[in-house]
């Protein structure tokens, strides 16, 4: 289960619901539809204090989006976190391969 429907309240549930139908309805590929779930999911498992899952999202959303900027700002995102797990190495060794 996504880690968006897990959330308790019931603003939560109602922004995840908004926030899944604007999804549906972007104009954009399904890899970048699937990369923004995997980033909105690595938000929601930051704010939770589950770092090493929001990493594992981070990486994922990286690895199927495909423009630059998005990317840029997904590293950033990824690297404020680096510190709580320990996983610098990790991101550094990430941002050298071309595959990401």
Same mark, same amino acid.
């Given at each position: ?6 959330? /308790? ?8 619901? !908004?926030? /899944? !139908?604007?999804?549906?309805? !972007? ?13 909105? /999911? ?12 929001? !990493? ?10 495909? /423009? ?33």
């Amino acid at each position: 289960m996504p880690r968006t429907q897990r959330n /308790d309240n019931f603003i939560d549930k109602s922004f995840t619901v !908004m926030a /899944d !139908m604007i999804l549906k309805m !972007m104009p954009a590929k399904k890899s970048e539809k699937e990369a923004f779930a995997y980033y909105r /999911d690595g938000m929601s498992a930051q704010a939770d204090g589950e770092y090493a899952e929001a !990493m594992e999202n981070y990486r994922e959303a990286l690895t199927l989006e495909e /423009d630059p900027t998005i990317k840029a700002s997904s590293f950033t995102i990824w690297g404020l976190s680096t510190p709580a797990t320990g996983s610098t190495r990790r991101l550094c060794k990430s941002i050298r391969q071309p595959s990401i």
